[in-house]
Structure formats: structure tokens, C-alpha cells
């Protein structure tokens, strides 16, 4: 037998046998890197599912990016604030009848609304009387200024504490907000930020990929919260920038997913993939 040809078939069909399995794991890395959004979305889901957390109630968001938003404060005259504010029924505090609302407006930008008086005696009524009477002081913000249902709590005295942030094209940012706190249907306290959004035409934030955000998200979720179902997602923005001693000078908004869970509990996942010119 001649064993170097032997030798030399056998290294032959090492080699063959080598770039086989080159190709196949290359291919497979391709197909990997290519696969379809939907099927990771799947695959995910899979994993989710495997580990007790239910995704099936979330709306994923259909934009794929984001313009930059310019933020600054917004110069409000407290005197028309106020006005407002009287028009609906908030009765200036006085001395001689014991009772009404003090109104302030503080060098961070917010303008407050605040019950003097002795609100024990005020009887406590559910969430939708509250959410009616809160709603009523949202409605009456200039058409360009929107503020969107955020949360609520339900305090010891029965009032609850109305959240709602501030939006842009849909889109939440948490920096400016309105909190209303209402008992029966009596407001009790009013705290009222509002920001001066400017859309920067010239260049856009990228979103990562959905699938790619339930992956972070999955990271860091705690096993010892599962099983936990999760209900809402929003793209919120808040800011990224610093205050002087005056309060807000300028800045940017960043991007993140925000999931809620059934709990209340939230995840905030960083959505930017890049910034880019258009």
C-alpha cells in the first residue's frame, strides 16, 4: 500500500471537510446577520415566553427614527396663567374667608397652583370624577402646547395625583409636565412645566430595531420579578443637557423605549441607534 498517496487523500479530505464547515458556519452567520425583523421578533417572543413574561399586549412603535428636538423654557406670563387658572374656578386665597389658592411661579420654569385651606373636609370621590376634573385644566392649553394621560397615584386622603407629560408629534417628553391633585372634585395642587420645543430640520435620531430593544430589555429584567406581563409601550424623550443656577439653558432630547409592565413598574431602553444628517 502506498501510504504517502493515503497520507495525501486523507489531508485532501481534511481540507475538503474544513472549508465545508467554514462555509456553513459563515452562511449560517449570514443568514443570522440578515434574518428578517419579524423572525427575530419571534425569536425573542420565544424566549419571553420560555421565562414567564408576556409581551402580547404591547403596541410596537411604528417609527424607525426621530427628529432632534431644541428644548428651552417657555416664557409664560404668570399674571395670564393665572387668569386662567380663575376662569376655571380657582378662587384666589384671602385672608378674611380662610380659603382659596396661592399661585407661585418658580426660577425652575414651573408654575404652581396650591389649595389654602382645610382639605379634610372635602369628600374624597373615585379616579374618574379626578381624572374629569383634571383633564378640564389640561383642555385649556394653547393648541400648539400637548400634554398626554401619563399615570396616576391614589394618596392616603383620598385624592389622587394626576400625571401628564408634555408632547411633540406624538411623541412623550418627560421633562415638561403637568401634575394635578384632586380630591372628590376639588383641585388641591397644580404643578405646571412647560418646554419650548423646536424640531431641528437638518438631522434625525435613528431607533434601534424593536426586536433589538426587547433584547435589552430582557437583560435586565430581575428573574425574581418573574412571571411579569408587560402592557404599554411609549417613545418618550427627556434631556440631556445642564442647568445653570437660573435653571434651563438649552438642550437636546434623547430618545428611549419605556415599557410598563402590569405592576406599574418601567424599563426605560436607550432607542437611539445613531445621529445622523439628513
Known amino acids: 500500500m502506498n501510504w504517502d498517496r493515503v497520507k495525501t487523500a486523507f489531508i485532501i479530505l481534511l481540507v475538503v471537510c474544513n472549508a465545508v464547515l467554514f462555509y456553513v458556519y459563515i452562511d449560517s452567520d449570514r443568514k443570522e446577520d440578515n434574518m428578517d425583523e419579524k423572525d427575530l421578533e419571534i425569536k425573542v417572543e420565544k424566549i419571553f415566553e420560555k421565562n414567564d413574561i408576556n409581551i402580547e399586549e404591547i403596541s410596537k412603535p411604528d417609527k424607525t ?19 386662567k387658572f380663575i376662569d376655571l374656578g380657582l378662587k384666589p386665597y384671602s385672608e378674611k374667608e380662610g380659603s382659596g389658592y396661592i399661585f407661585t411661579y418658580t426660577f425652575e420654569g414651573v408654575f404652581e397652583v396650591e389649595y389654602y385651606g382645610d382639605s379634610s373636609s372635602i369628600k374624597s370621590g373615585d379616579y374618574q370624577t379626578a381624572i374629569k376634573v383634571a383633564d378640564k385644566f389640561i383642555e385649556f392649553k394653547a393648541a400648539n402646547i400637548k400634554f398626554e394621560y401619563n399615570k396616576y397615584e391614589k394618596n392616603e386622603d383620598g385624592s389622587y395625583k394626576i400625571y401628564y407629560e408634555q ?6 417628553i418627560v421633562d415638561g409636565y403637568i401634575i394635578i391633585v384632586v380630591k372628590g372634585d376639588k383641585v388641591l395642587s397644580l404643578n405646571e412645566r ?5 424640531e431641528d430640520s437638518e438631522r434625525s435620531q435613528k431607533l434601534i430595531p424593536y426586536s433589538l430593544a426587547l433584547y435589552e430589555l430582557y437583560a435586565v429584567i430581575e428573574p425574581s420579578d418573574c412571571p411579569m406581563k408587560f402592557l404599554e409601550l411609549d417613545l418618550v424623550q427627556e434631556l440631556k ?11 437636546e432630547t434623547f430618545a428611549y423605549y419605556r415599557f ?19
Do not use: W
Open 167 to 172: 408632547s411633540y408629534d406624538g411623541i412623550r
Open 260 to 278: 410598563t409592565n402590569e405592576k406599574g413598574k418601567r424599563y426605560l431602553i436607550k432607542a437611539i441607534e445613531s445621529s445622523k444628517n439628513k
Open 194 to 198: 412647560v418646554l419650548n420645543l423646536i
Open 241 to 251: 443637557t445642564a442647568y445653570d443656577d437660573e435653571g434651563l439653558v438649552s438642550g
Open 65 to 83: 427614527e426621530l427628529p432632534i428636538i431644541k428644548v428651552s423654557e417657555k416664557n409664560i406670563s404668570f399674571n395670564d396663567e393665572k387668569e
